[in-house]
């Protein structure tokens, strides 16, 4: 069992950027594919990027490639997602995810295993 606490939400300006971070307790990371999916008021969660066990991999969804980097530290049992160069249509809750049976690529369409309680983000035009 994961248990995943996300935190690094808040207001920030467009243009602006944020950085969250995602502790994991329970178990180790370092098995487990790991990524972000957000939900914006009104509408769908969507999948926002993805990391392999390593690092070595990542993918993102095209809304935010060249924005957004995922990473990550097994050592720390920690993930993070570095926002850059924010939008308005970025606002949403940001939930961090682990899943140890799926890939990077294939995260987009799967519902993970474990999920954090999620954190805010609000871009402000």
């Known amino acids: 069992q994961v248990q995943l606490v996300e935190s690094g939400g808040g207001l920030v300006q467009a243009g602006g950027s944020l950085r969250l971070s995602c502790v994991a307790s329970?178990?180790?990371?370092?098995?487990?594919?790991v990524g972000w999916f957000r939900q914006a008021p009104w509408k769908e969660r969507e999948f926002v990027a993805a990391?392999?066990?390593?690092?070595?991999?990542?993918y993102y969804a095209d809304s935010v490639k060249g924005r957004f980097t995922i990473s990550r530290d097994n050592a720390k049992n920690t993930l993070y997602l570095q926002m850059n160069s924010l939008k308005p249509e970025d606002t949403a809750v940001y939930y961090c995810v682990a899943d140890a049976h799926v890939t990077d690529r294939a995260m987009p369409a799967a519902y993970p295993d474990y999920w954090g309680q999620g954190t805010h983000v609000t871009v402000s035009s």
């Open positions: 329970g178990s180790t990371l370092i098995t487990y594919t």
């Open positions: 990391s392999s066990w390593s690092g070595s991999t990542t």
